[in-house]
């Protein structure tokens, strides 16, 4: 009975990675730098999984920036707009890479980079391949080989990581009109082939193929295309042994697709879908032949530690229909989406022992991979095996504890009526109201809340984090930034201000830390994009507010401002899904939970006196469930959460909310429904293509499409931003169309930030100009 790892984290248990990265981009570090900091990575990694005893370790699964965009260097899927970066230059890849990532502006060159969206329903954020018509493939990078031979060389054999033809296809977006991308497979497979053929003849006896895509809904062309081309790669590269990966829910009415393949091994997510084990074991292609199944039974996209008992279940129930040596152990998923290493939490005041013990984090799902393999084979009572034992005991505490459950918190909930669900009047008639309140001009411009976060202000959190600054120190230097900022803003011309979250570590950390039913760790970083990190909050038990968590720092912004300011809060489907969520009750009444917690803020803040508040929903669409059968329920919930959330306030209170990286086809009735009276979007990578759902649906509300990209470190000229807004109008009327960045700009710096938001207010008032007088 194999065991092995789908994918480790790739940004080191300190964020090395992180680090080395924005240490290049900003030219404190050279080339030869970063690579070293990325294969001394690497070699920990490997020897750390060869150390918990894994039988197959995975390599070509670290990443400088996303795996995605790994395989489109590695298959020439470069769009025109980058080639002049690699015609006839050597050593040109690094580069060509990030500026795909990133971006470049700098000495003439401006090009933009490739758009972002959410990888499935995580929060991790891929890169999207781009594809036209007459598209070519051809291999470009060797990243694959490289990082096998660099395990080879340290004595470890791997079986190296791709993300499958089919997948990486469908995962990509048409730039032009009058084809299918999947159209492009036969022309894509011949680079396949070269790749998996040379990894073959250097020793390699097994590969991973990630085809995600099989746990979604395909057209009946999608599902022939894994047939034509896993029926190719057997032919042609008949030496390797091939895995294929599925993840993040259940084969469904694919399982004959997946099933039929020509490959060695097929792996299953037996967290997310347990049921579907049943299905494939009575299915003939595992009664009449001798393909392998892989159980992804140890969780990789949570961090509590595994149920050894019922794990245990479902590998006795393959093992008594397969045998052992038809049964591969494994993560559910690449455990990319876990932090590093639990070991790293020794503050007790932080993570007590108690909570810490219901954990565990990559490293140790490795063990407990491993474990799961000798409790299966082992010929004494389970009973008598210390290993189950352990595990049963914290388990068991973790369900008994007086930390989790409270009475007042589960009442209020079942008391919740359904008029507290929605706004006392319709928006036409809140619309007009708030226009006389606000006195807004047309095309009002704002940001999405965040200033960036220097490395002072970090400073200043961390010093006073340790105790070195008191309180009063503390909120004096923070109440300075906030000062600075609100007359930084006037100055500019903003018309909505915010002030600038210099007290927030992260948008949902913050709201974490003032809840109870959250815990925290020191180490718990997980990438989010690129160099984006994030220490995602645990929540573990019962959530309520104890106390105001933002009106402090909104009131005393709007104290010094007659301009009108937004109050920045985030909402409760965010909190839940950038959060690892207890798995001992449905996530929908957590979701409950913390509605109320918000929704007790938002009144707080319009007692305050604050007429605007932002409750960001960004993962609204994050988690939508893979299954279109499966998204009613959900958006049902969702949606009523966030109206829990800010349905309390008077009809002058105006609601935002902001939403970022995300395809809005899908759910457009949804976010009509959360009957905000504005909402901002991402729409500037895309080009104002995203707005076209709310173009076709004639979204009734305000809206701020994003006019530029804060993920990249470029500066679009007014003239841009200008044509972007002029695409909006086609669509939007003048009237509801407010003017914002993508997103909020913690990650900028304040030079980019005063001159790209300096063309944003001068695009606005051109057009203010040139249409005001129409709609007048």
Not at 284 to 294: D, H
Not at 455 to 471: D, I, W
Not at 570 to 593: E, M
Request: glycine share 6%.
């Amino acid at each position: 009975m194999l065991t092995h790892n789908l994918g480790y984290p790739r940004i080191g248990s300190q964020r090395e990675l992180k680090k080395a990265c924005e240490q290049y981009w900003a030219g404190t570090i050279d080339r030869e730098a970063l690579l070293r900091t990325a294969r001394q990575l690497r070699h920990r990694h490997w020897e750390l999984q060869r150390a918990a005893g894994l039988d197959l370790i995975p390599a070509n699964d670290f990443s400088l920036y996303d795996q995605v965009l790994d395989t489109a260097l590695l298959v020439g899927a470069i769009p025109a707009r980058y080639h002049a970066l690699i015609d006839g230059k050597s050593n040109a890849e690094l580069d060509l890479y990030f500026a795909m990532a990133r971006g470049i502006q700098r000495e003439g060159v401006d090009i933009k980079a490739l758009e972002m969206t959410k990888w499935f329903d995580t929060n991790y954020h891929y890169l999207v391949p781009e594809f036209t018509k007459d598209q070519t493939f051809y291999r470009y990078s060797d990243k694959p080989v490289r990082e096998f031979e660099d395990a080879r060389q340290l004595g470890i054999p791997t079986k190296p990581v791709l993300l499958g033809p089919v997948s990486f296809l469908l995962l990509g977006k048409e730039k032009e009109a009058g084809f299918h991308r999947i159209e492009l497979l036969d022309k894509l497979l011949p680079v396949y082939v070269e790749v998996l053929c040379e990894l073959a003849q250097r020793g390699a006896e097994w590969v991973q193929l990630d085809e995600p895509c099989l746990v979604l809904d395909l057209t009946a062309d999608e599902q022939k295309a894994f047939g034509r081309a896993y029926e190719r790669l057997a032919q042609e590269v008949p030496r390797l042994r091939i895995i294929l990966a599925t993840y993040f829910g259940s084969l469904g009415d694919n399982l004959p697709v997946a099933t039929a393949l020509p490959v060695e091994v097929l792996h299953l997510d037996l967290v997310r879908a347990p049921a579907q084990l049943p299905q494939l074991l009575a299915h003939e292609a595992f009664t009449n032949s001798y393909k392998v199944l892989s159980l992804g039974v140890v969780d990789g996209r949570n961090i509590w530690k595994n149920d050894y008992a019922a794990s245990l279940k479902l590998i006795d129930e393959a093992v008594a229909k397969l045998g052992p040596d038809r049964v591969m152990l494994a993560p559910s998923c690449s455990l990319l989406h876990c932090p590093n290493d639990l070991d790293l939490e020794r503050d007790e005041a932080v993570l007590t022992p108690e909570i810490k013990n219901w954990m565990a984090f990559a490293k140790q799902k490795l063990h407990e991979i491993v474990d799961l393999r000798e409790l299966a084979i082992a010929e004494k009572p389970l009973d008598e095996c210390p290993v189950l034992v352990q595990n049963q005991a914290a388990l068991e505490s973790r369900q008994q504890s007086a930390l989790i459950h409270k009475a007042h918190v589960k009442d209020r909930l079942r008391e919740v009526p359904a008029v507290d669900l929605r706004r006392q009047s319709t928006f036409p008639i809140r619309q007009l109201i708030q226009g006389k309140k606000l006195q807004l001009p047309l095309f009002p411009t704002t940001t999405i809340g965040s200033f960036p976060q220097t490395a002072e202000v970090r400073q200043l959190r961390a010093r006073f984090k340790k105790g070195e600054l008191t309180t009063q120190e503390y909120e004096a230097r923070i109440e300075q930034e906030v000062f600075d900022s609100i007359r930084w803003q006037a100055d500019l011309g903003i018309d909505v201000l915010v002030h600038g979250e210099f007290e927030r570590n992260d948008m949902v950390e913050y709201f974490g830390e003032r809840l109870s039913g959250f815990v925290f760790t020191q180490n718990g970083w997980v990438q989010s994009y690129g160099s984006r990190c994030v220490k995602p909050p645990i929540i573990y038990g019962d959530v309520e507010r104890p106390a105001p968590m933002t009106v402090r720092w909104s009131a005393f912004a709007q104290a010094q401002t007659d301009k009108p300011l937004k109050g920045m809060l985030t909402g409760p489907v965010t909190i839940l899904q950038w959060s690892f969520v207890r798995n001992d009750q449905p996530r929908q009444a957590t979701a409950f939970q913390i509605a109320l917690a918000i929704r007790d803020e938002v009144l707080d803040l319009e007692q305050a006196g604050i007429r605007l508040i932002q409750v960001d929903e960004p993962a609204l669409r994050e988690g939508l469930p893979l299954r279109r059968a499966d998204r009613p329920r959900y958006l049902q919930w969702a949606v009523d959460a966030f109206r829990l959330s800010t349905s309390g306030v008077q009809d002058s209170t105006q609601i935002h909310t902001h939403m970022c990286y995300a395809e809005f086809n899908d759910i457009i009735d949804s976010i009509t429904a959360l009957d905000a009276d504005v909402i901002t979007i991402e729409t500037s990578r895309s080009q104002m293509e995203l707005l076209e759902a709310f173009a076709n649906y004639q979204y009734p509300n305000e809206i701020g499409p994003g006019v530029y990209d804060i993920h990249s470190p470029r500066v679009p000229g007014a003239e841009e931003m200008v044509q972007l807004l002029e695409k909006a109008l086609a669509v939007i009327p003048a009237r509801n169309l407010w003017v914002n960045p993508d997103c909020g700009l913690k990650t900028r710096g304040w030079p980019e930030t005063e001159a790209a938001l300096r063309n944003m207010i001068a695009a606005s008032r051109y057009l203010r100009e040139k249409v005001g007088a129409e709609v007048l």
